[in-house]
């Protein structure tokens, strides 16, 4: 058994050192993983962590730079204990990040862009004891801006990204200081088209 993991290693490591990427080549994607979300500004709020899922389409300018546009459903928000009571704020987005991919190293890229976010849905959900409320909120904005940097290995097609959201929009009509924070963790697979 230990002998076909390590013959099974060192494939995918000789795949990874060799693999080059083309100049002109469209690659798509798909990739899930989690999200922890906060709000800046609020000292009192926690991470609300969820669920990331969506597709990415990148396209391989030199062997070093890549440029990709992507979609994923992306579960934000922020959580809260104050005193007895349990606080939640649901904000799901769907972020469509424009990034530049800067081959470093055979397979590891650094990432930066910018990163439009469309509310799909707003929700404040709260407990203190035996009672609970649920709202939908409406003075959550519906485009939210932000600023993807991060980082991704690709292993023999396999791709491992984790990138950190620097929200640069306000996320209530009301309160000019909050803004969302969000790093996210994903896994997917790398098809060449």
């Known amino acids: 058994m230990k002998k076909y993991l390590l013959t099974a290693i060192i494939m995918m490591v000789s795949m990874t050192t060799f693999a080059q990427r083309e100049v002109g080549t469209l690659s798509v994607q798909p990739r899930v993983g989690i999200s922890a979300a906060d709000f800046n500004g609020a000292s009192d709020t926690k991470a609300r962590v969820g669920f990331i899922a969506g597709a990415e ?3 391989q300018v030199k062997s070093w730079l890549g440029l990709s546009a992507g979609m994923f459903y992306s579960q934000q ?3 809260a204990e104050i005193g007895s009571s349990d606080l939640t704020w649901k904000i799901d987005y769907v972020n469509v990040p424009v990034v530049a991919n800067f081959y470093v190293w055979k397979g590891l890229a650094l990432k930066a862009g910018l990163q439009p976010g469309f509310k ?7 407990s203190a004891g035996d009672y609970q409320v649920g709202t939908d909120m409406d003075d959550v904005k519906s485009i939210d801006l932000s600023i993807p940097v991060g980082i991704s290995y690709d292993f023999g097609g396999l791709v491992l990204d984790a990138r950190y959201n620097f929200g ?3 996320i209530f ?5 909050l803004k969302n924070l969000a790093f996210q963790l994903t896994i997917g697979y790398k098809f060449s088209l």
């Open 120 to 126: 799909m849905n707003a929700k404040f959900e709260g």
């Open 173 to 177: 009509d009301y309160n000019d200081d």
């Open 77 to 79: 928000g922020a959580t």
């Open 57 to 59: 389409l990148e396209y």
């Open 168 to 170: 640069i929009s306000k």
